[in-house]
């Protein structure tokens, strides 16, 4: 383990600690309840990802606005997969909610990807 991962290491071990002294005691913090997976929460989660490789949104890990349109138009191809995939197996919601996002993303994508040939 080189000294880079060591004070990685040391640095999260700290942070934990000072997480568990700042909760009441007694109380442990409340998890976050895990949503019912579903298909539509599933291709939200995909759309959001779209959403931050597009630059729309920040990215939550760095808060920074990053594009990458490289990993934009992958995520549109999974869409587009599963769309292919699951045809004529959808709910009539689900089935209109993918071909929204689907549609909203291509024309987002063509229109920055013009912008950067321009």
Known sequence: MDEKDKRVDESWKETIEKEKMEAPEGKEKKEIPIPEA??????TTLGLQVAIALGEIPNPLTNKTEENLEQAKYLIDTLDMLKEKTKNNLAK????MLESLLYDFHLKFVTKKERINT
């Open 38 to 43: 579903n298909f539509s929460f599933f291709i």
């Open 93 to 96: 919601e689900e089935e209109q």
